[in-house]
């Protein structure tokens, strides 16, 4: 697994720069809240304490993952079998395609738009 940022470097809503959605096929969309779940679970282990830190409800980030699993040809989180410290999730090789495909495209629309973003800034008094 390659090092990249944080989470909250590419997928915070607070940031400034554009904030993508893509949608990948009718009906299947990947945004801020997909992928900031995915980088979450990599980062934590678990889906309940990835959607704790991304102030998601469990039901709300486990609807996610499901949904994502659903839309792709293989799933993109997969849970651990749990002992007696509990289960877990991760992501699978698919998922962290996915994620790091994400995390490119953001990278590149935020330097391509980066010059423009700084005009909009300019003219609304926001250096």
């Known amino acids: 697994m390659s090092a990249r940022p944080k989470t909250a470097s590419l997928h915070s809503t607070d940031r400034i720069g554009v904030r993508l959605r893509v949608v990948v096929a009718p009906g299947v969309a990947l945004g801020p809240g997909k992928v900031g779940l995915l980088a979450a679970i990599a980062e934590t282990g678990s ?4 959607g704790r830190s991304l102030g998601m409800t469990y039901k709300r980030a ?3 993952v499901r949904a994502m699993n659903e839309q792709f040809p293989s799933p ?8 007696m410290a509990g289960g877990g999730a991760y992501l699978t090789d698919l998922g ?3 994620l790091t495909t994400f995390d490119e495209m953001q990278q590149r629309c935020d330097k391509a738009a980066a010059p423009l973003i700084k005009e909009l800034r300019r003219k609304a008094r926001m250096r």
């Open 76 to 83: 993109l989180v997969e849970g651990a079998k749990g002992g």
């Open 47 to 50: 889906i309940a304490a990835a």
């Open 96 to 98: 962290q395609k996915v």
């Open 62 to 64: 486990w609807h996610l």
